[in-house]
């Protein structure tokens, strides 16, 4: 038996906003310019935003305006100072990348992951604590006295299967005007036990600690520093399975650390729910201007049904890791990355990387 512990968090924690921001600016390049070869990225503390990166685009992007945005609708009332040191791609990189095909931008190696063990073929720890997450986002939007940032985690005992959810630890930043015990009694309530409810079998004698370390009224950039790419285990699959060499957010879909993960993911997924393994991890590496893989991958951790060689066999026939298919297939040049910042780039059906195919 095995203890697996995973969490997530919320729009408000400075990690995550920075994400959000990252891919915002991202989508409004890609509404202009699907051509844009973005990595726009930005790091927060305080009243400071500082925006750095790489854009090569016909878009006129306001960077200042769309950070703002964000940051208000998270919940941030005060006026942000925003810095930004911004240039176009490397001309050598972009030569070696844009041409008839589209190439890989970087060399790295990413992975795609997948178990039977729940129904989005995901691990159930993080299932579990991105749910948390979302049912808090919501519930905070209609409340004056709950705030933004928020993180959650989730143990579950494994024997082979999941076994027992063993604890659920959530903290919730918040106003002065609410007493810690109504605070407790209220997420519980409200929080954790309707999402413990979709898996009462396995949640009978589950330990809950809410704001552990007491008052949380401090949040966001003025209680921590943030910036993109610091929640890589959140975004992919809560520490079961490999994590690749770079994050996602403000990634164009040249960039394989993204899209190769994404497709990596799609196949995984499929091997697993066509019922050849129980899990499935694709192994990908690429070299920069090179669209095909230099590697592929397979492991079903001894758990395929048919032999590993069929397994190969199946993916060759019915999948092409060249990059220029990867964004075709997956339509990866249109606006749609701003969703994916929060609450992991996997397990939600309206991807396009989580289609089954027949």
């Known amino acids: 038996m095995r203890i697996v512990t995973s969490e997530s968090v919320n729009v408000g924690h400075p ?71 911004i240039s176009i791609q490397s001309p050598e ?3 070696a990348v844009v041409g008839k095909k ?25 299932v579990v604590a991105h749910k948390l997450m979302m049912k808090y986002e919501k519930f905070r ?33 918040h106003s002065d005007n609410i007493s810690l015990a109504r605070l ?6 409200e929080i954790v036990l309707p999402i413990l409810e979709e898996y009462k079998n396995l949640a009978k004698n589950v330990k809950i600690l809410i704001n552990s370390g007491g008052k949380f009224t401090i949040w966001g950039s ?19 399975g490999k994590v690749g060499g770079g994050c996602f957010s403000s990634k164009n879909a040249t960039k394989i650390d993204r899209s190769g993960a994404y497709y990596a993911r799609k196949v995984a997924k499929n091997v697993v729910a066509h019922g050849y393994a129980d899990k499935c ?26 032999s590993i060689e069929k397994i190969q066999a199946y993916i060759k026939q019915n999948f092409d890791f060249n990059v220029q298919n990867i964004i075709t297939e997956l339509d990866l040049l249109k606006p749609i990355y701003k969703q ?17 195919e027949k």
Request: with cysteine; charged share 30%; hydrophobic share 40%.
């Open 184 to 189: 407790r009694k209220t997420i519980k309530s």
């Open 93 to 95: 990189i972009n030569k």
């Open 222 to 240: 003025f209680a921590d520093s943030g910036c993109v790419g610091r929640k890589i285990v959140v975004d992919t699959y809560g520490g079961e």
């Open 141 to 173: 939007r209609l409340r004056d006295d709950f705030f933004a940032d928020a993180k959650s985690q989730v143990s579950v005992l494994y024997d082979d299967l999941p076994k027992e959810i063993t604890e659920v630890i959530i903290s919730v930043s």
């Open 281 to 306: 991890e694709i192994g990908l590496s690429y070299a920069i201007g090179v669209a095909e893989p230099i590697s592929v991958s397979v492991d079903c951790f001894k758990t395929n049904k048919i």
């Open 15 to 85: 990690d995550k906003t920075c994400d959000i921001i990252a891919d915002s600016f991202l989508d409004e390049a890609l509404k202009q310019d699907k051509d844009s070869q973005m990595a726009v990225e930005c790091a927060i503390k305080n009243d400071k935003l500082f925006i750095y990166g790489e854009a090569t685009t016909k878009a006129n992007i306001d960077y200042d305006k769309i950070a703002r945005d964000v940051l208000k609708d998270i919940g941030y009332k005060n006026d942000f100072k925003i810095i930004k040191e």
């Open 340 to 356: 994916t910042a929060c609450f992991g780039h996997f397990g939600r059906e309206d991807f396009s990387w989580e289609k089954i």
């Open 102 to 126: 589209l190439k890989a931008n970087d060399q790295g190696i990413v992975f795609g992951y997948a178990t039977n063990e729940t129904k989005e073929f995901m691990p159930l720890p993080l």
